[in-house]
Structure formats: structure tokens, C-alpha cells
């Protein structure tokens, strides 16, 4: 298995653009989760999904903030507008079960100027 | 909500142990706690984890103390690759899956 594969790597855009990020997880794990990580906060967990249903998003900073997971194999981090701010490295990792260890993508590195 | 505290960084000379502690004192009975790493700008790697009694595998040692508030990772021969940000995770149980990361100990591996 690839692992979980996150696209795209790195994203450079203006302020006020949309921003979709997208994560495909490991076949057969159940949960997926987006974090979020910048020098001053380190890694925040964003939400998270179980069996492609949205479970807790109360991490999600604000409503410019939307995720969907449409299926098993797929899901998107939104962000419209982006601000400056949003600037940091977003990842997404998923799970097979309730206590295994969860598997995180390579990120993706977004700038907002 | 990250329930755990570490040592904002550590020094172990190459070749030499590293011993990571961690700070749990507020655990519940059914949870696990979890060691994570991130070597710069990857994604978070998983280590070991472990509910009360103490696991190795081929990576580390992780020694929980028998009331279950600390627990220490245990690097037994420490190499440069070793050196990340260590992340030691209590996971909520029950409620769900999340992986709620603190601070972590920044590891320095010295030749």
C-alpha cells in the first residue's frame, strides 16, 4: 500500500481564493482525521471522520473551514476565503480500528499571501 | 486538550540510550498511551504504544509505571535518524479515535 497519499504538496495562493485539499487514507481503515500544524500551535486536530461520517469537528477554527469525505476512499479540506493565516502544513492520517495506531500522509504545505 | 507533559527538548549522545519520559498523571483506566515522532517536515511516524504493561518492538521500549501516570520511551541505541520531535499521546477511548498531540520533546542526537 502507498500509504496515505495527500495532494497537493505545496499550494501557494492569494488571499481571499478558495483552497481544496484532498486525502485518499489506506484501503480498509475507517477513520481519517486532518490535523493542522504551524510553529505556533504545533499540531492541532482539525476533524475527523468514522466510517465517512464527520464525528467531531470542533477543531475546525471557522465556518471559512469545511471537510467532506463523500467516500471510503477520499476526502477534501476546504477553505473559502483563505486568509494569510491559514497559512501551515496540513495533514491527514487514518486508522484501520478504535485503538490502532493512526498512519499520517506526507502534508501538504500551504501559503496564503 | 493534550493531557500529557514532556521535556521541551533532549540531548543523547549517538550510540547511547535514549530514555524519553512523559507525564500522564490524569490517565484513565481504559486508555492507551501512544508515542508518536515527526522528523522535519514529514507526517508523524507511530513508535509504540501500550495500555499498562511495558511493550517493545523494533523501534523502542516503552516502560509504563505500574499506577500508569508516566511512562518513558526507550531508544536503545540512538543513531542521527533518531532525531525528531517526540510526541507521547494519551487516546481517548470510547469516544472516539482522536490523537490529540502536546508540545513533544525536540530529541538531539549528537555524534
Known amino acids: 500500500d502507498a500509504g496515505v497519499i495527500q495532494s497537493p504538496r505545496h499550494e501557494v495562493t492569494e488571499m481571499g481564493q478558495e483552497v481544496t485539499l484532498r486525502c485518499k487514507p489506506i484501503?480498509?481503515?475507517?477513520?481519517l482525521f486532518w490535523y493542522r500544524q504551524t510553529m505556533m500551535r504545533g499540531l492541532e486536530l482539525l476533524i475527523y471522520?468514522?466510517?465517512?461520517?464527520?464525528?467531531?469537528d470542533s477543531g475546525m477554527p471557522e465556518d471559512r473551514f469545511s471537510a467532506k469525505m463523500p467516500n471510503a476512499s477520499f476526502s477534501t479540506l476546504k477553505i473559502q476565503p483563505s486568509e494569510p493565516r491559514d497559512s501551515a502544513v496540513y495533514f491527514c492520517?487514518?486508522?484501520?480500528?478504535?485503538?490502532?495506531?493512526?498512519?499520517f500522509g506526507q502534508g501538504t504545505r500551504l501559503t496564503v499571501v | 486538550d493534550a493531557k500529557t507533559t514532556q521535556p521541551p527538548s533532549m540531548d543523547c549522545a549517538e550510540g547511547r540510550a535514549a530514555n524519553l519520559p512523559c507525564n500522564h498523571s490524569?490517565?484513565?483506566?481504559?486508555?492507551?498511551v501512544y508515542w508518536y515522532r515527526q522528523i522535519h517536515s514529514q507526517g508523524p511516524q507511530y513508535i509504540i504504544h501500550?495500555?499498562?504493561n511495558n511493550e517493545t518492538n523494533e523501534m523502542a521500549s516503552l516502560i509504563i509505571t505500574e499506577d500508569r501516570k508516566s511512562s518513558t520511551l526507550i531508544l536503545p541505541h540512538a543513531t542521527l535518524r533518531d532525531t525528531a520531535v517526540y510526541y507521547c499521546?494519551?487516546?481517548?477511548?470510547?469516544?472516539?479515535?482522536?490523537?490529540?498531540f502536546g508540545t513533544g520533546t525536540s530529541l538531539t542526537v549528537i555524534p
Open positions: 492520517a487514518s486508522t484501520e480500528g478504535s485503538f490502532t495506531e493512526a498512519f
Open positions: 484501503s480498509g481503515h475507517n477513520s
Open positions: 471522520f468514522n466510517n465517512n461520517v464527520p464525528i467531531d
Open positions: 490524569t490517565i484513565s483506566g481504559n486508555e492507551y
Open positions: 501500550g495500555l499498562k
Open positions: 499521546i494519551v487516546r481517548v477511548a470510547n469516544t472516539g479515535n482522536q490523537f490529540y
